[in-house]
């Protein structure tokens, strides 16, 4: 293959996903590779996509999110509406995991202490049976 254009086997390898993982964002429109009879054949412009796609996903993007944030590179005004768009976009997000980070740190916080609630229970428990022995 040639530097231009990457065959599934080699977008699995340099990606490290699955091949249904690429005919799946294939059938959702995110990803349109080249065919060449039952081949598929993933473009630089392929691989960028796919490259965004795998970080928003990380980021907790959802696919409709990464699809319209795509589509907006095709707009013509030098990404600058995609751009400010992603932006606005993480920020939401950002928000939304700071929230859950905050929601988990109290949840941790209340089960450590239940954690130690329960220790001195089963110690106390210890300590009077030890003693009814």
């Not at 990606?15 to 294939?26: G, I, Q």
Request: glycine share 4%; with cysteine; aromatic share 6%.
């Amino acid at each position: 293959m040639t530097e231009d254009v990457m065959t599934i086997r080699q977008m699995c390898d340099a990606f490290d996903v699955t091949a249904r993982t690429l005919r799946f964002y294939e059938a959702k429109e995110l990803l349109s590779p080249t065919r060449q009879g039952q081949r598929r054949l993933f473009t630089r412009r392929d691989r960028a996509r796919l490259k965004l796609i795998l970080r928003g996903k990380r980021f907790g993007f959802s696919l409709e999110e990464l699809r319209q944030l795509l589509d907006l590179y095709e707009k013509g005004d030098q990404q600058h509406t995609q751009i400010a768009r992603a932006h606005e976009v993480a920020q939401a997000r950002l928000a939304e995991m700071e929230t859950q980070r905050d929601e988990l740190e109290t949840a941790i916080s209340e089960l450590r202490e239940q954690i130690s609630w329960g220790e001195r229970m089963l110690a106390s428990s210890k300590r009077n049976h030890d003693a009814a022995e």
